[in-house]
């Protein structure tokens, strides 16, 4: 009975999403390809070979994306000169936030200064395969995948992966 019972745990276990660990990086998609861009000129991912960059998926009107918000930019200010670079990819939801003007005041209204491209088409979106907002993902300095976050919270657990990343 107690084998049946580790057999059905660890099948189960197998179907559940595991964040990407440093021993298993894989190739990232770029990120170019769609626009305009905020807070820079437009980036790829080969224009970033040695820092670790952050590719956060968002949207303007979504409460989980606002409320991760002060987080990825206080990651932004503390480890920039560390050489890490956020790039927010804010793909819309609904209509109104594929205004560019909007996404631009709602920039400037709360102070995100990272790089910011505006992903109507959800080219980039599609590209990366991603599925939820806010989604965050680490690639090391080598431009490979090696940690990704959907939804609020392990902001302690992704902080250290973005150390762990520019050690």
Known sequence: MNTRRNLLITSLATLLPRPLLAQSCTAAPDIGGAGPWFNSPPLSLAQLKGKVVMVEFWTFGCYNCRNVEPYVKKWHERYMDDGLVVVGVHTP???????????????????????????????????????????????????????????????????????????
């Open 93 to 167: 939801e609904f209509a109104h936030e594929a205004d560019g003007k909007r996404v631009k005041a709602y920039l400037a209204e709360n102070d995100i200064r990272h790089p910011v491209v505006l992903d109507n088409d959800y080219a980039i979106w599609k590209r990366w395969g991603n599925r939820y907002w806010p989604a965050m993902y680490l690639l090391n300095k080598s431009g490979e995948l090696c940690y990704r976050h959907f939804g609020e919270g392990r902001y302690a657990e992704t902080e250290a992966q973005i150390q762990r990343l520019l050690a």
